[in-house]
Structures are given as structure tokens and as C-alpha cells.
């Protein structure tokens, strides 16, 4: 194909509509049809990144293969899509910012006042069309995060309104909007879409494609009211209803043509029917599991579940693979004492500490490992997790009573977890962490390569500490094995336990590389030893 052409999904009435499926959803399905596609986020905070952000206000950080911490709906582009992202698939307000800022006190615009527009503006659509113009996609989604009518928005719609203009029929606007039903009148209501679609055009933007979500079955007759009031043709409305499982908003999506309707407002051809077979074994087997399997997810931010989200869905798809349901227990690391641990992890199948930062619920997670090991319970620890395991192992098994990280206590007797040695002199917060795929070496013999049945993968970090190499000799002599190295750092990546069933710590994020399409195998491996303990 020729010239790239670009799509907008934009969103009205409320938030948490769920642009970043919608958007993902139809990616799918142009990808299924043949077409090379990707999907980018425009995020309107003035944060660089979400980076600093504290997950209760934005959920979990995503981290790409190239080192870009980004909003989570990445984590939905890549796993709809099968592909990785990099830093170009998420621009903040702060990064447009500062590269304008940047460019001005360079004096690359030649004395000229700095202004939103055209300056701001010029500089999203430079972003925007970074990924089409590497010749590499056909079709690239843009995301605008927010709700049109939102201040920080604005330059967003506007940068729209001028694409629009300037693409022609290269470039389409899809709205997301709500229909809510209101239960005392048992009527469905248009007026919030009618009030959002109004605002775009305020702003210069017609939709060309409104997808509306509701809760029951809109009608045609609903439908051609949409269509009337908002300027779009009948065959252009969307109904989006509720479905059980995120996975199925594709098929829905393709129920509703959606793809057909994008393709021949872009002057596309359809192509081929959609291959999604390997989606519906997907679902069939996630819908119609032969066990259920409960594993409890250990962790401080646990009352918002979109600040483990990944490692939820990295559970979702092992589940499938092994043809069973995960049960997820939320546990508060905060509220778990060696009186209680026993209460509060029993009778699960599986016990996953999850990743964070700071000293807040770490007594809990230690006594969580510490039930895991001596229970013989399969666990897996994921990044601080590892880190966890490793406190644990030092202070109960090696009798290192004061055994800490140094991250909890600058003056640990045995600092078993360390500073990295490039970290020692970074004072700046934002993106200075070891961050991206970097290379791991499986030894054999061990759980890790049972799951990989590989001698070297490549996983994604984000840390600053480390397992400190001065006591390796003495953990690995009682018992605790390095089971994954760096080859270029020697850095430890992996622990295992080789008299327990299942038990492994992975410094990396193996939940940001699990797809629909390829569940990340330690979390087959993991789910996988989970039923084995259960049956037993």
C-alpha cells in the first residue's frame, strides 16, 4: 500500500469507556484483513511519562523492549496485536512541551513567539505521523487520552481538526460515546452522545465512525436518531455492548462491521475475510475452562487492580493455555503478619508477589514468601518480588537476621539486595531506571528453562536494585540458585529453590511480553505447577 492513513479514536460523555480496546479492537481487525497496523497513545498530562505516577492515580506503568515507560493501554496494543511498541506509540503533553521548549532555546524558531498554535500543534502532528512515515504501517490509530471537552485535550482536537484537513480521506475520526440507561424511566438515553458529538464539532472535528457503549441493545431505531443528530450515516453508528471478557470486543466489533465501515471511508480495499481463528480457540478455551485454579496475588496498590493489570491478564492467557480458570485472590501486603499469613493465603493453589517500590507492606510480603517456601506452595516473584524472596531466604534460611535492601534500609547489616552499581550517582527520578529487554542467560536443569526451554531469552526491566553478587556463593550453597545470569553485567536475574516444586523470582517483567497469541511461558509454567499442586 501507498500512503499511510491514520485513525482517531477519541472519547466523550465519561471516561473509562474503553478507547484503548475499542481502539485496539479495530486494529485487530484490519490487522486480521491484512493490513500492517499500530496503534500510539496521546496522553494530555504535562508528566513526561507515567513513570513517577503513583499507580493509584494512573494504573500500571507499561514498559516497551526499547525502554519507554508508557500509559497500560500499550499493554493492550501489543497484546491485541501480537507486536511490540517502542517510545513512539505514547506522546505526553510534557514531552510535547519540552521539545518545543527545547527547540526555542536552540532558536529553531527564529525569533518568532512560541504559541499552541501553530507550535504545540505542529509538534503532535510531527509525532503523530512519526510511525507512518517509516513506511512501515498502513494504517496507524491515535488514541487521544481523555474526554473531548477536557482543557488539556484541546490541543489535541485541534492538531485532529487540522489533520483532517490537511489528509483528506487518509484520515478518520472514531468517537467513542456512551448511552446510558437510565432504571427509573427504563429508557435509553442520547442526549450525553448528542452533548459530545456537539463538542467536537465546536472544535472543528465531525466524526466520521461513533461507537456507543450501552449496557443493552440500542435498536435501529435509537441508532437513526444517533446518525440524524450527529451528522453520520446509519451503516456509521456503533453499538458497543457489554461482553464478559475484553477479548471479546473484537468479534463484537466485527459483528457490527466496523472494520468494513473504517476500510470504505478510507478507500480501502476489505481484503480478505479476518483470520481469527486462533482468537476464537483463544476464547473457547477461556470460556469453557475444565478446572479452576486460585493463586494469590500479593501487593500494596491490590483495591485498584488496573496497577497489576498486566500481570492479571499474563494470568488470563495462562489460564487458557492450560485449559483452566484463574481465580485471583487479591491479598494486601499491608495486612499480612506472620499470626494471619496462614489465613490469608490458605488454601490457594499459587502465591505471586507482585512488583513495586518503597518499604510500605514488605514485612507482609516477606511473610507471604516465607509461607510459600515452607508450604511448598508454587511462587513466582516478579521484580521487588524477587527481591523479596531473596530478604526472606537471607534472614530465615541463612540466619541473616538483618538482611534487608538497601532501598528499606540504607544501612542494612547484609544489604543482600544493592544499588545498582550505573545508579550510584543518578539523582533524577524520571526514566533513569534499568529499563527495556535486555538479555538473560537460562541455566539448564532449572525451573526457568523448563518454562523457556531456551538457553538465552530477553525480558523487560524496570529497577534499580539488585541481587548483590557478594553473597551469591553462600545463598547458592544453602540452597537458592541463580538460575538466570546477564552475560553482559552478570547481573542475577532469577532465583530458584531446587528442593522446592515451584519456586521462582525473575528480577525482569515477563507479564509485559504475554500476548492472546503467546502466553508468556514462565506464567504457563507458573499456572501450570499451580494445578499440579492443587490436584495434589
Same mark, same amino acid.
Given at each position: 500500500?501507498?500512503?499511510?492513513?491514520?485513525?482517531?479514536?477519541?472519547?466523550?460523555?465519561?471516561?473509562?469507556?474503553?478507547?484503548?480496546?475499542?481502539?485496539?479492537?479495530?486494529?485487530?481487525?484490519?490487522?486480521?484483513?491484512?493490513?500492517?497496523?499500530?496503534?500510539?497513545?496521546? +496522553?494530555?498530562?504535562?508528566?513526561? +511519562?507515567?513513570?513517577?505516577?503513583?499507580?493509584?492515580? *494512573?494504573?500500571?506503568?507499561?514498559?516497551?523492549?526499547?525502554?519507554?515507560?508508557?500509559?497500560?493501554?500499550? !499493554?493492550?496494543?501489543?497484546?491485541?496485536?501480537?507486536?511490540?511498541?517502542?517510545?513512539?506509540?505514547?506522546?505526553?503533553?510534557?514531552?510535547? #512541551?519540552?521539545?518545543?521548549?527545547?527547540?526555542?532555546?536552540?532558536?529553531?524558531?527564529? !525569533?518568532?513567539?512560541?504559541?499552541?498554535?501553530?507550535?504545540?500543534?505542529?509538534?503532535?502532528?510531527?509525532?503523530?505521523?512519526?510511525? !507512518?512515515?517509516?513506511?512501515? #504501517?498502513?494504517?496507524?490509530?491515535?488514541?487521544?487520552?481523555?474526554?473531548?471537552?477536557?482543557?488539556?485535550?484541546?490541543?489535541?482536537? $485541534?492538531?485532529?481538526?487540522?489533520?483532517?484537513?490537511?489528509?483528506?480521506?487518509?484520515?478518520?475520526?472514531?468517537?467513542?460515546?456512551? @448511552?446510558?440507561?437510565?432504571?427509573?424511566?427504563? $429508557?435509553?438515553?442520547?442526549?450525553?452522545?448528542?452533548?459530545?458529538?456537539?463538542?467536537?464539532?465546536?472544535?472543528?472535528?465531525?466524526?466520521?465512525?461513533?461507537?456507543?457503549?450501552?449496557?443493552?441493545?440500542?435498536?435501529?431505531?435509537?441508532?437513526?436518531?444517533?446518525?440524524?443528530?450527529?451528522?453520520?450515516?446509519?451503516?456509521?453508528?456503533?453499538?458497543?455492548?457489554?461482553?464478559?471478557?475484553?477479548? %471479546?470486543?473484537?468479534?463484537?466489533?466485527?459483528?457490527?462491521?466496523?472494520?468494513?465501515?473504517?476500510?470504505?471511508?478510507?478507500?480501502? /480495499?476489505?481484503?480478505?475475510?479476518?483470520?481469527?481463528?486462533?482468537?476464537?480457540?483463544?476464547?473457547?478455551?477461556?470460556?469453557?475452562?475444565?478446572?479452576?485454579?486460585?493463586?494469590?496475588?500479593?501487593?500494596?496498590?491490590? /483495591?485498584? *487492580? %488496573?496497577?497489576?493489570?498486566?500481570?492479571?491478564?499474563?494470568?488470563?492467557?495462562?489460564?487458557?493455555?492450560?485449559?483452566?480458570?484463574?481465580?485471583?485472590?487479591?491479598?494486601?501486603?499491608?495486612? &499480612?503478619?506472620?499470626?494471619?499469613?496462614? $489465613?490469608?493465603?490458605?488454601?490457594?493453589?499459587?502465591?505471586? &508477589?507482585?512488583?513495586?517500590?518503597? *518499604?510500605?507492606?514488605?514485612?507482609?510480603?516477606?511473610?507471604?514468601?516465607?509461607?510459600?517456601?515452607?508450604?511448598?506452595?508454587? =511462587?513466582?516473584?516478579?521484580?521487588?518480588?524477587?527481591?523479596?524472596? @531473596?530478604?526472606?531466604?537471607?534472614?530465615?534460611?541463612?540466619?541473616?537476621?538483618?538482611?534487608?535492601?538497601?532501598?528499606?534500609?540504607?544501612?542494612?547489616? #547484609?544489604?543482600?539486595?544493592?544499588?545498582?552499581?550505573?545508579?550510584?550517582?543518578?539523582?533524577?527520578?524520571?526514566?533513569?531506571?534499568?529499563?527495556?529487554?535486555? +538479555?538473560?542467560?537460562?541455566?539448564?536443569?532449572?525451573?526457568?528453562?523448563?518454562?523457556?526451554?531456551?538457553?538465552? &531469552?530477553? $525480558?523487560?526491566?524496570?529497577?534499580?536494585?539488585? =541481587?548483590?553478587?557478594?553473597?551469591?556463593?553462600?545463598?547458592?550453597?544453602?540452597?537458592?540458585?541463580?538460575?538466570?545470569?546477564?552475560?553482559?553485567?552478570?547481573?542475577?536475574?532469577? &532465583?530458584?529453590?531446587? /528442593?522446592?516444586?515451584?519456586?521462582?523470582? @525473575?528480577?525482569?517483567?515477563?507479564? #509485559?511480553?504475554?500476548?492472546?497469541?503467546?502466553? *508468556?511461558?514462565?506464567?504457563?509454567?507458573?499456572?501450570?505447577?499451580?494445578?499440579?499442586?492443587?490436584?495434589?
Amino acid at each position: 500500500m501507498g500512503t499511510t492513513k491514520y485513525i482517531f479514536v477519541t472519547g466523550g460523555v465519561t471516561s473509562s469507556l474503553g478507547k484503548g480496546i475499542l481502539a485496539s479492537s479495530l486494529a485487530k481487525l484490519l490487522q486480521a484483513r491484512g493490513y500492517s497496523v499500530t496503534i500510539q497513545k496521546l +496522553d494530555p498530562y504535562i508528566n513526561v +511519562d507515567p513513570g513517577t505516577l503513583n499507580p493509584y492515580e *494512573h494504573g500500571e506503568c507499561y514498559v516497551t523492549e526499547d525502554g519507554a515507560e508508557t500509559d497500560l493501554d500499550l !499493554g493492550h496494543y501489543e497484546r491485541f496485536l501480537n507486536a511490540p511498541t517502542s517510545q513512539g506509540n505514547n506522546v505526553t503533553t510534557g514531552r510535547i #512541551y519540552q521539545s518545543v521548549i527545547n527547540k526555542e532555546r536552540r532558536g529553531d524558531y527564529l !525569533g518568532k513567539t512560541v504559541q499552541i498554535i501553530p507550535h504545540i500543534t505542529d509538534e503532535i502532528k510531527r509525532r503523530i505521523k512519526i510511525l !507512518g512515515s517509516k513506511g512501515k #504501517y498502513d494504517i496507524v490509530i491515535t488514541e487521544i487520552g481523555g474526554t473531548v471537552g477536557d482543557i488539556e485535550s484541546l490541543p489535541y482536537v $485541534e492538531t485532529v481538526r487540522q489533520l483532517k484537513w490537511e489528509l483528506g480521506n487518509d484520515a478518520l475520526v472514531v468517537h467513542l460515546t456512551l @448511552v446510558p440507561f437510565l432504571a427509573a424511566s427504563g $429508557e435509553l438515553k442520547t442526549k450525553p452522545t448528542q452533548h459530545s458529538v456537539k463538542l467536537l464539532l465546536e472544535n472543528g472535528v465531525q466524526p466520521d465512525v461513533l461507537v456507543l457503549r450501552t449496557e443493552h441493545d440500542l435498536g435501529l431505531n435509537i441508532r437513526r436518531k444517533v446518525a440524524l443528530f450527529c451528522n453520520v450515516d446509519i451503516d456509521s453508528v456503533v453499538q458497543s455492548v457489554d461482553v464478559p471478557t475484553i477479548y %471479546d470486543v473484537p468479534l463484537k466489533m466485527r459483528e457490527q462491521k466496523l472494520d468494513q465501515t473504517v476500510l470504505r471511508k478510507l478507500d480501502l /480495499e476489505e481484503g480478505k475475510e479476518p483470520e481469527l481463528k486462533a482468537w476464537n480457540d483463544f476464547l473457547s478455551k477461556l470460556k469453557n475452562p475444565k478446572s479452576e485454579t486460585e493463586i494469590a496475588l500479593v501487593g500494596k496498590y491490590v /483495591e485498584l *487492580h %488496573d496497577a497489576y493489570k498486566s500481570i492479571t491478564e499474563a494470568m488470563i492467557h495462562a489460564g487458557a493455555m492450560n485449559e483452566t480458570k484463574v481465580k485471583v485472590r487479591w491479598v494486601h501486603s499491608e495486612e &499480612v503478619t506472620a499470626d494471619n499469613v496462614a $489465613e490469608k493465603l490458605g488454601g490457594v493453589d499459587g502465591i505471586l &508477589v507482585a512488583p513495586g517500590f518503597g *518499604h510500605r507492606g514488605i514485612e507482609g510480603k516477606i511473610e507471604a514468601v516465607k509461607h510459600a517456601r515452607e508450604n511448598k506452595v508454587p =511462587f513466582l516473584g516478579i521484580c521487588l518480588g524477587m527481591q523479596i524472596s @531473596v530478604i526472606e531466604f537471607a534472614r530465615n534460611v541463612l540466619g541473616l537476621t538483618n538482611a534487608n535492601s538497601v532501598e528499606m534500609n540504607e544501612k542494612a547489616q #547484609y544489604p543482600v539486595i544493592d544499588l545498582m552499581e550505573a545508579q550510584k550517582g543518578v539523582t533524577e527520578k524520571g526514566g533513569t531506571m534499568r529499563l527495556g529487554a535486555y +538479555d538473560c542467560q537460562v541455566k539448564k536443569d532449572t525451573n526457568l528453562f523448563g518454562a523457556y526451554k531456551a538457553a538465552e &531469552v530477553k $525480558e523487560r526491566h524496570r529497577h534499580r536494585y539488585e =541481587f548483590n553478587n557478594d553473597f551469591l556463593e553462600q545463598f547458592e550453597n544453602a540452597g537458592m540458585k541463580a538460575s538466570g545470569i546477564n552475560p553482559d553485567t552478570g547481573l542475577v536475574e532469577a &532465583v530458584e529453590i531446587a /528442593e522446592h516444586p515451584w519456586f521462582v523470582g @525473575v528480577q525482569f517483567h515477563p507479564e #509485559y511480553s504475554s500476548t492472546v497469541l503467546n502466553p *508468556h511461558p514462565l506464567f504457563v509454567a507458573f499456572v501450570g505447577a499451580a494445578m499440579s499442586n492443587k490436584n495434589n
